[in-house]
C-alpha cells in the first residue's frame, strides 16, 4: 500500500499544469520566456491570472498527495518527494518538468506548516529585495531546512535538505546566469 501511495504522489507532481494550460491557449511555454512550465514563466508568458492559476495547482499537486498519505497509512514525507520528484523529472514531458518550488511548498504546508509560513516570507522578502525568484526560492528553502535542522525531526529534515538540494540543481541554470552576469 504504501508503495502505491508513493506512486500516487509522483503522478500528482508530474502532472504538468503550466504546460497544459499553455496548451489551452495554443502554445507550448517551453518555447517562451525561460522555457519552463512553472508558474513564474507562464506569468510571464500567458499573464497574471494564468500565473496564479498554474501556482495554486502546483501546490496543491504537493499537499494533496501529502494529505492522502497522512490519511491512509503512507509516510507523508516519502510521498511529498515523490511528488517534488514526479514534477521536476514529469514523464508525461520527456523527464523533464519544473524547478520544483510551488509543489514543495505545498508539501512542506502540510508536512511543516510553520516553517512553509516562514519560508513565504523569506520568499516575499528577498524577492522584493533582488527581484530575483531564483534568489528567493533557494532563500526559503535554505530556511526551511535550516528550520527542520534546528527542529530535529528526521524526517522532515532529510526531505527538507534533499529538496534544498533539488532545487539547487533545477535553478542551476539560472544561478549559472547570476553568477555570469555579475561578472
Given at each position: ?17 503550466g ?19 512553472g ?10 491570472k494564468?500565473?496564479?492559476i ?10 494533496l498527495?501529502v ?19 514526479g ?21 512542506f504546508l ?8 516562514v ?7 528577498v ?7 531564483t ?9 526551511v ?12 529534515t ?24 555579475t561578472?
Amino acid at each position: 500500500m504504501v508503495v502505491l501511495i508513493v506512486l500516487f504522489g509522483f503522478l500528482c507532481g508530474s502532472i504538468p499544469f503550466g504546460f497544459l494550460l499553455g496548451k489551452l491557449r495554443g502554445l507550448d511555454v517551453r518555447e517562451k520566456g525561460s522555457g519552463n512550465i512553472g508558474a513564474s514563466n507562464v506569468t510571464r508568458v500567458l499573464g497574471y491570472k494564468a500565473g496564479v492559476i498554474v501556482a495554486v495547482l502546483d501546490i496543491a499537486k504537493g499537499a494533496l498527495p501529502v494529505w492522502f498519505a497522512r490519511h491512509h497509512g503512507g509516510v507523508p514525507t516519502m510521498v511529498g518527494w515523490a511528488a517534488i520528484l514526479g514534477h521536476c523529472f514529469s514523464p508525461w514531458l520527456g523527464g523533464r518538468g519544473g524547478k520544483g518550488v510551488a509543489t514543495a511548498f505545498g508539501v512542506f504546508l502540510m508536512v511543516a506548516p510553520l516553517m512553509a509560513a516562514v519560508a513565504l516570507v523569506v520568499f516575499g522578502a528577498v524577492l522584493a529585495i533582488t527581484r530575483v525568484p531564483t534568489i528567493g526560492s533557494l532563500a526559503a528553502m535554505t530556511t526551511v531546512a535550516a528550520l527542520a535542522l534546528h527542529r530535529g525531526d528526521p524526517g522532515i529534515t532529510r526531505l527538507a535538505v534533499m529538496t534544498l538540494g533539488l532545487l539547487v540543481y533545477t535553478h542551476r541554470e539560472n544561478l549559472h546566469e547570476l553568477v555570469t552576469r555579475t561578472n
